[in-house]
């Protein structure tokens, strides 16, 4: 836990501007894993919870409250830079601070009885809430960069993101797993100081892998922004068909061109070729495609994959996703299959 916290604060990373946002969810990471190692070794090191339960409760359920803000708002920055704000940092430490006072109250000065036992639960039900809208927010982070990404760029890098739902989703099973484990008898105590170690290992891989990534994600999510203007002087203004007709006749001779087989451009670079701006061809592919921008520039290269499969027998499954457009052989084969229901190499075979 110290190496991972300390790993997270002070690790370099490429000296490049964009990387800031990055470098600030991971130092919050940080924070909150130095945290949370704190507590375990008091639990460790001072046997806190066999010489008073009470306390080592109340020391559990205040870092927990705190730990899930700081773990939320890190992963919800990387999607969102703009989360953090002075005014909600307010509000979540106010709550932490009501939170832990009133847990303190409940463990320390009321006597044992069925009042206490119901105003813990009552607090356990708090935080299990608290847990579950931050997680919420932070899905409905990534669903918006989701649709972000396939109405911005030709190629899915939602992939790179996937991470953060599935950590998300983990993170919840974990948070409430651990707030029960709090109230497990002391012989059980190790159950839960194992169980950090998969999760956070995973959190570690998890960035340092995203890091690769990064760079790519976060252009992507700065076009949204610099579009934004664009889209109130256009957003007024129907989508009418003389927009879609410059649209269709400089679209032709683009499609005629194959060059969707061209990888990794955006819906604003091709806006820009095509003479009109992002909005009104978001919307031109919506009307009569019935699709995103990624799905109908995935279908584009798809049929011609499948050209290619059948014209050029000799080239490899490689050479046919690189010259169709497509990043990753592994993509190429995953779009394939869920179209035709079956991998290319098969498909191909008389």
């Not at 809430?129 to 997680?135: D, I």
């Amino acid at each position: 836990m110290l190496f991972f916290g300390f790993y997270f604060l002070l690790a370099k990373i490429p000296e490049k501007v964009i990387f800031g946002n990055y470098l600030r969810s991971r130092r919050i990471i940080g924070i909150a894993l130095l945290l949370l190692a704190a507590n375990y070794s008091v639990h460790f090191f001072f046997g806190i919870r066999f010489k008073n339960a009470n306390a080592a409760i109340l020391m559990n359920l205040s870092t927990y409250f705190l730990c899930y803000w700081l773990f939320s708002s890190a992963l919800t920055t990387l999607l969102d830079r703009f989360y953090i704000t002075k005014r909600r940092l307010r509000t979540h430490i106010s709550l932490w601070v009501i939170f832990s006072i009133l847990s303190c109250i409940v463990l320390m000065l009321l006597p044992e009885g069925i009042l206490q036992t119901i105003a813990l639960f009552a607090l356990a039900a708090w935080l299990v809430t608290y847990g579950f809208v931050l997680a919420r927010r932070l899905i409905l982070a990534y669903k918006r960069a989701i649709r972000i990404f396939n109405e911005t760029y030709s190629d899915d890098i939602g992939a790179y993101i996937k991470w953060l739902s599935i950590f998300t989703w983990w993170a919840v099973i974990f948070g409430v797993g651990c707030g029960l484990l709090t109230f497990l008898p002391d012989k059980y105590v190790y159950i839960w100081i194992l169980s950090s170690i998969p999760f956070y290992g995973y959190l570690f891989y998890s960035y340092q892998n995203y890091m690769i990534f990064y760079e790519q994600v976060e252009r992507t999510l700065e076009i949204e922004n610099a579009a934004d203007d664009e889209k109130k002087k256009t957003e007024t203004e129907k989508e009418s068909p003389k927009y879609f007709d410059g649209i269709e006749s400089s679209l032709t001779p683009w499609l005629e061109n194959k060059s969707y087989t061209q990888s990794g451009f955006t819906i604003q670079d091709m806006a820009k070729t095509l003479g009109t701006n992002r909005t009104y061809l978001n919307a031109y592919i919506k009307d009569k495609y019935h699709a995103t921008f990624c799905e109908w520039i995935t279908g584009l290269r798809l049929e011609y994959a499948k050209t290619m499969l059948k014209e050029h027998p000799e080239m490899s499954i490689q050479k046919i996703a690189e010259s169709s457009g497509f990043l990753s052989r592994s993509y190429f084969i995953k779009s394939f299959t869920e179209k035709e229901g079956c991998t290319p190499a098969k498909w191909r075979k008389p």
